[in-house]
Every structure is written in C-alpha cells, then in structure tokens.
C-alpha cells in the first residue's frame, strides 16, 4: 500500500497539471452555439435597461437584435433575495452582489465560466479578477459588472449644512426623527458595525461581516436606536425615491442610482449624496450563470455584452458606478466626461477602503479556530425581529 | 292505422353506438358514475390543492443549512419550530396581527350594521339598488389600486397632510400602525355589509310587529328580535373581515411599514428561510381553524 502513493500521487500532480493546461474549468461551457431565444436574469434595478426611462439609456434591445435572445429580467429586493431567486431553477444567472456569490459557488448553484468563450474578458481591470467574491480555488465564476459604495444622501431644503459622516442617521438621527430612509436587508447590519470601529474602537471591529456576538449586539443596539428615531426603510429603490419625492424621508443611506433618478427629475429633487468620510459598505457585483441554466449559450452572449465597451459604459454611468474596463471608461466619456475618473474606476487604492458586501460566515472567514461569528442565518434573524418588534 | 306508426319508431330507435353501450353500463352502476364524475376535482383538491399544501408544511421540519441556504429534503427537525415559540418577535408580530384583525371586524361591524339596516328595512326600493351598486362598487377597482391610493392620501405631501397641516396637526405619514387598521378596515367593509343586509332582509316584519304589540321598545325589539336573528349573519361577515385582514400583507407593508405574519412568511421565503416560513403559517391556519369551529356553532355557515 505504501508503494502504491507515489504514483498515485504522481497521477494526481499529472491530472492537476493536465486541467491547468486545458483552460476550461470543470463543469463549465467548452464551446458556444447558437443562442436559444431567451434569456431570464436575476438583476439589480437599473440592470439591464431597454429605454424605457431614457432612450439614450438602453444595451438591452441592441443585445435581443443581435443575438435573438429576449431578455426577461426580475430585480431582487436584496442579496438574500436573489440567492433564493435563483434556487428557484427558473434563472439563466443574474448580477450578484459578494454578499450572494460566495454562499451561490459554496451551494454549486453556479457554474464555473470558460472566459475564452467571453472575448470581452481580456479588457476587465486586474483588480476584479480571480477575487474571492467571483471565483473559487482560483476558477473564474463570472464577469464583473461595476462597483461602487453605499452613500450618505439627503433632502438640501431640510438638512441645510451638508453633512460629511454617517452621524445623521445614528446618533444625529433625533434631529431627523421619523425622517431616516433606511435600506431593509440584513447586511445593513454591517453598516452599523462600520460606524462602531471608527466610534468604539474598544469593541475590536475589524471587518464589519465577521462580528462576534458581543460586537454584533452592539451593532443591534446601535440599529434598534436608530429605529426608535423612526427609521422608514426600503426594499425595492423606487420605494426610496418615492419618499424622498414626498418627504416622508430627508436623510438616509442610498446607492447612487437613486441620486441619478432623483436629480434627473423635471425639476430635479432637491438631493445631496457624499461618500462619508469613515467609508462606506459597497458591492462589487458580477454576473454568474446558473449551474441549470436553461438558455447557457444566450446567458455567454450575455456576460460577453455586459463588458463590452459600449453596454458597460452606459450601464456604469446610469447606475452611477465604476465601470470594469478601460475600454469602457473611454467609451464613457462620451456619455458622461469624466465618468470614470469621478468612480475611481482603476484605482485600487480607493477600493482598498471600501467593504464589499459579503456572506457572514460561522468561521469569521479566517483561519482561527478560537472565535466564531455571527453567521448569514443569525443576520437575517436578528434583521427580522428587528422589523418585527 | 298503428302499423306505419311502429315502423316510424323503429327507424327512429338509436343505432347501438360506444356511447350508448356505455351509458347503458353505467345506468346499472351508480358507484362508477359518481366516480368518474367527481374524478377531476376529487383529485384537483386531493393532489393539487391540499398535496402542495402539504409539501409546504412538510418544509417545517427539514433542515436548512445556514451558509448556502440550501433545504435538505427529509432531514428531520423541529429547528424551525423552536425558533418559533422561543423567540418572542413571533408572539409579537402573531399578537399585533391578530388584534389589528379584531379591531378590523369590530369597525367593520359597528360601520356596517347601520349601513345594512337602512338598505334591508327602511330605504325605497329605488335607493336601495343605488346603495347596494354604490357598496359593490369598491370591489371592482383592484386591490393594489385601492392600497396606493390610500398611500398617497397619508403619505408626507399627502391630501389628509394637506387637510391637517393649517390646524397645526402633522400628517400621519407612512409608519403608524393605525394606517393598517384604516385602509383595511375600509377594503374589508363591503364583506361585512353584504351578510348582515341579507341576514336583515330575511327577518319577516311581522315579528317586528308583534314585539311592538307586546308592549316592547323600539331598543328592547332591537336587543331581543333583531339582533339574535342577525347575529349569525354577523358572524359570517366576521369570518371575511377576520380571515382577510389576518392573512394581509401588503396592506401593512404599504400604508404602515409594518410586519404582520403574512410578512415574516413572505420575507422568510423570500431570503430563504423556507423551515422557519413554513412553521409559521401553520399559525394562521390554526386560528382559523379555531375561528370557524366557533363560527360554525353560531350558525354563521346558514348565514353565507
């Protein structure tokens, strides 16, 4: 028996060294044919827009042109949302957040993509690629579709002096009582947890989506505070957009697309939004197939379109985003000059200080044995009794 | 005289067709006839109403994996149902949604009853048809129509904001929980007064008139004839009002941000946690369960 290791093992390394020839990873797509007619994505509002807001605006209906797949596309209302959306086996993919495509590899709900058959691959920045939030034991699990931080945004004919942290809707949030327009998912959690390392440094924050249980109360005390100041809080961004319309709501935490809609109004909504300066939560999302897609051929159409200069341009500027090529930033400027530079679209640097939306994990995602943290069940729970009480 | 007659009945006599063979089978077996005719929705109910209910309520007790959100058919657990009766915001929201629904029947009730008495005793014929097209009428327009438009009656820039403001009382906005009972208390009012109306109208006038001849007072006729003889009916429309505002939820979610059980069942399927949403709507059920046992021994299902 002992004999029998070596070679087995040299097997093994022949095997390992075999697929790394190979590029295409297991499970994946190995040749493109033709287009299957349909096509059902799981996307962000603001996703995949066909015009119907703006003309100028629209890489939908080009894309069914060419390549005669018809774009049916359901927004999630979260992450947890959209993981459960695509469970439901009636998805090619969608655009997922961090928070989402850790838990979708673990599950094998998606697949594992064969970049060759995504021309378009060659031009994404090296800082989105083979990152722990789309690939997996370094096998790419999808394209990049932009990135950006959760912002502070807030009503200029109420809050006059124009706010520079996140103050207003924790601790200064009596001064808006009733006024606060909360996002309603259970990572907003991490965005308490943000505020308590800069706050209350004792509590030892480190990252804001691994929270022992002493500091994860914390973050839950900080939250029911700020609900008794009245928080209104959000699922769907056009619930937002509509309180802030109204006044329901003068100051709360947003994305930049509700800013784009607010202040593209006739007349433009009296709104302000910043990136405060403790930093911010933020999403890196990429598009990944289905492990069961239905219409796999249309679905690499798809993830080759959405980075494609002209579609990631238009689809960065109108969400408000960082676009993910260099290509596309230069396709950018004739849309919106300086669109790229204003995201920060190749400077890592930024990024370095923006916490991308991730999977609370069990383990704190380390390697330390010692502590455990709050897992996704625990955050999702403690989210619901929340809204609930 | 006869014998062209019986040669006429002979031609018109049925050629022995499948059909006729078979109905001349079935004519001698009752019990396959009843077969074959409750066949289709025996198994409408049987498999696909009540079989995919079940499969639901199966979901309460297998297991969830917390990472990936994955539910492993047939591992057994009571995980989800633990959660239940020990984390007190399910009391909670069980409790807020339950005591929304009573005070919905009540106003619905006491709204109701004057509302159906005129129709059913005093109104002209004439008037009476306009009331009943005018109570019928809210039932045409589509549920989520009647919900936004509420919303944007007591939203922040809203009319009852535009009526209240000069008398220096805030709108209510959009997060009180008296929204809830507002909006579907008027949604849920056409339920109740059609029952205690048909429940007025059978109560024959002369007993009214005999109690006025034994000597009894307009209020001692309401409180000893009317109201007994009503109340089945009233407990029918309760049935509507009750039911409908306890399984609501995109009422609460609308007009007053907040969570009755409809919405943690929702939110829970929705973010994955199909054990815990599963366990959770066996609650309902069993309070209407209740509610119709009691239902029933008042006589309300004669009243439907």
Not at chain 1, 366 to 369: G, I, M, V, W
Not at chain 2, 137 to 142: Q, R
């Given at each position: 028996m002992r004999r029998m290791t070596i070679p087995a093992a040299l097997v093994a390394i022949g095997v390992v060294l075999a697929s790394c020839g190979s590029s295409v990873p297991a499970g994946a797509l190995t040749s493109l044919g033709d287009g299957e007619g349909a096509l059902n994505l799981i996307i962000w509002?603001?996703?995949?827009?066909?015009?119907?807001?703006?003309?100028?605006?629209?890489?939908?209906t080009g894309f069914e042109k060419d390549t005669g797949c018809k774009v049916n596309a359901t927004p999630m209302t979260d992450s947890a949302n959209g993981v459960q959306l695509l469970k439901s086996g009636q998805y090619d993919g969608g655009s997922f957040s961090g928070d989402a495509t850790i838990r979708l590899m673990a599950a094998g709900d998606v697949a594992p993509v064969n970049t060759d058959l995504i021309p378009n691959y060659k031009d994404v920045f090296e800082g989105l690629k083979l990152k722990g939030f789309n690939s997996k034991d370094g096998v790419p699990y999808g394209v990049p579709h932009g990135r950006g931080p959760n912002l502070l945004m807030w009503n200029t004919t109420v809050v006059t002096t124009a706010p520079t942290s996140w103050d207003p809707i924790w601790e200064g949030g009596s001064s808006y009582k009733g006024k606060l327009s909360i996002y309603?998912?259970?990572?907003f959690i991490a965005d308490a947890a943000l505020h308590l390392m800069q706050?209350?440094?004792?509590?030892?924050?480190?990252?804001?989506y691994q929270l022992t249980d002493k500091q994860f109360n914390a973050a839950i005390a900080l939250l029911q505070q700020q609900k008794a100041n009245g928080a209104v809080y959000w699922g769907l961004l056009t619930d937002q957009v509509q309180t802030f319309e109204s006044g329901d709501t003068v100051i709360g935490t947003t994305w930049p697309y509700q800013v784009n809609l607010l202040k593209g109004e006739d007349p433009p909504a009296p709104v302000e939004a910043v990136l405060p300066n403790e930093g911010s939560t933020g999403w890196s999302d990429t598009w990944m197939i289905a492990k069961n897609a239905k219409h796999p051929n249309c679905m690499y159409r798809w993830m080759n379109h959405i980075i494609s200069p002209q579609a990631n341009a238009q689809a960065t500027v109108w969400f408000g985003e960082a676009a993910v090529t260099q290509k596309a930033c230069d396709a950018a400027e004739a849309i919106l000059p300086g669109h790229c530079a204003a995201q920060h679209a190749s400077d890592e640097a930024y990024w370095d200080k923006i916490w991308y939306w991730t999977t609370p994990q069990a383990s704190c995602a380390?390697?330390?044995?010692a502590t455990t943290c709050k897992d996704q069940d625990a955050w999702v729970e403690a989210w619901s009794t929340l809204r609930g009480t | 005289m006869t014998a062209p007659g019986l040669a006429g009945d002979m031609q018109q006599r049925p050629v022995d067709s499948r059909a006729r063979r078979l109905a001349r089978w079935l004519y001698t077996r009752p019990r396959a006839q009843l077969a074959l005719l409750l066949a289709a929705p025996v198994l409408w109910v049987g498999v696909v109403y009540i079989g995919s209910l079940v499969v639901l309520l199966l979901n309460a007790f297998w297991e969830k994996d917390a990472f990936t959100g994955n539910v492993t058919p047939f591992a057994w657990t009571l995980k989800a149902f633990v959660d239940i009766f020990t984390k007190p915001v399910y009391a909670t929201v069980a409790l807020r949604t339950v005591g929304i629904a009573i005070a919905v029947t009540l106003a619905d009730a006491l709204l109701a009853f004057p509302i159906a008495y005129y129709m059913a005793r005093i109104a002209s014929p004439r008037a009476r048809g306009a009331l009943l097209v005018a109570v019928l009428?809210?039932?045409?327009?589509?549920y989520l129509v009647k919900a936004f438009a509420w919303r944007t009656i007591l939203q922040g820039n809203g009319f009852l904001s535009w009526v209240l403001t000069p008398f220096g009382i805030p709108g209510p906005g959009l997060t009180q929980l008296f929204n809830a009972w507002l909006v579907l208390s008027y949604l849920w009012l056409p339920y109740m007064i059609l029952p205690i109306y048909s429940g007025l109208e059978r109560i024959p006038s002369s007993l009214l008139e005999a109690s006025s001849d034994l000597g009894a007072k307009a209020g001692t006729t309401f409180r000893r004839v009317v109201l007994p003889l009503v109340f089945p009916a009233l407990v029918a429309g309760s049935i509507f009002t009750f039911s409908l505002s306890l399984g609501d939820y995109i009422v609460p979610d609308l007009v007053a941000d907040a969570k009755f059980i409809g919405n943690v069942i929702y939110d829970n399927s929705s973010l994955g946690n199909l054990p815990v949403a599963a366990a959770y709507s066996l609650f309902p059920i069993a309070i209407m369960l209740v509610y119709l046992v009691i239902a029933r021994r008042l006589g309300a299902f004669e009243s439907l």
């Open positions: 509002d603001g996703y995949a827009e066909r015009g119907a807001v703006d003309k100028a605006y629209d890489w939908v309603d998912s259970s990572i706050k209350q440094p004792d509590l030892g924050i480190t990252n804001p380390d390697n330390d044995d | 009428m809210p039932l045409w327009a589509a």
